[in-house]
């Protein structure tokens, strides 16, 4: 049993490039989440999926977009990279939405953008 | 927003002792808290998950919580040079979702 599973595991990219970053879950959750996490910060929501079909903006949501593509995959998308997105990036996932659900993280992605 | 505060710590404590790690929220309405281990380069575990006032115990860890006081506690027991790392404290963010706010954690560091 994989959980949630990220790809890349690392990836380096320049000023203004684009990328995706995968996320995939086989435990049959609903909500989706993605995170980033940087020294001092802590983990901070950039955008989540409570259920399939629909998104919305987080904490720091400015340079992101998302795709809930099925039930099972959520996707980050970096459309014109900055350096200030250099960043571990965390999805995470939980049984639905509502009160006293913890979630559960994937292994993350770490992204350096020069 | 909701806050979550805790110590950013190093805790330093010697193998054996008890560890105890804080944190203060700022809404009263919070039903659920969570806490989670992250060890240096890996993604956060959850190891706790408390719901009521008092004491939840599971092995060498207890989460305590205070509602009235708006503080939950996590003591780890007998600690272990394993236990070495950052613990976050969640609650939830919005009500009617399964966001959570993170603490920025506490670093442990247990000595041999």
């Known amino acids: 049993n994989a959980g949630v599973t990220q790809t890349p595991k690392f990836q380096v990219l320049k000023t203004g490039q684009s990328m995706t970053l995968q996320c995939a879950q086989d435990m049959n959750h609903n909500s989706m989440y993605w995170y980033r996490q940087d020294p001092g910060m802590g983990l901070r929501l950039i955008y989540y999926?409570?259920?399939?079909?629909?998104?919305d903006k987080g904490e720091v949501p400015n340079g992101y977009n998302v795709s809930r593509l099925n039930k099972r995959e959520f996707s980050l998308r970096l459309e014109s990279a900055a350096p200030s997105q250099t960043s571990v990036y965390f999805c995470a996932s939980t049984v639905a939405q509502g009160f006293n659900q913890p979630q559960h993280f994937g292994d993350g992605t770490r992204l350096s953008i020069l | 927003q909701k806050e979550v505060e805790q110590n950013s710590g190093p805790l330093s404590v010697p193998e054996g002792a008890i560890a105890s790690l804080n944190c203060t929220y700022s809404?009263?309405?919070?039903?659920?808290f969570f806490w989670y281990r992250q060890y240096s380069g890996k993604s956060p575990e959850l190891i706790m998950s408390i719901y009521s006032n008092g004491d939840k115990e599971d092995g060498r860890f207890t989460a305590q919580l205070n509602k009235a006081s708006q503080y939950v506690s996590l003591l780890i027991r007998d600690s272990q040079p394993s236990d070495s790392a950052t613990y976050l404290c969640?609650?939830?963010?919005?009500?009617?979702?399964?966001?959570?706010?993170f603490g920025k954690g506490t670093m442990l560091l247990v000595s041999p």
């Open positions: 999926s409570a259920s399939e079909g629909t998104t």
């Open positions: 809404d009263r309405g919070s039903q659920s």
């Open positions: 969640a609650v939830p963010g919005w009500s009617g979702y399964s966001t959570l706010t």
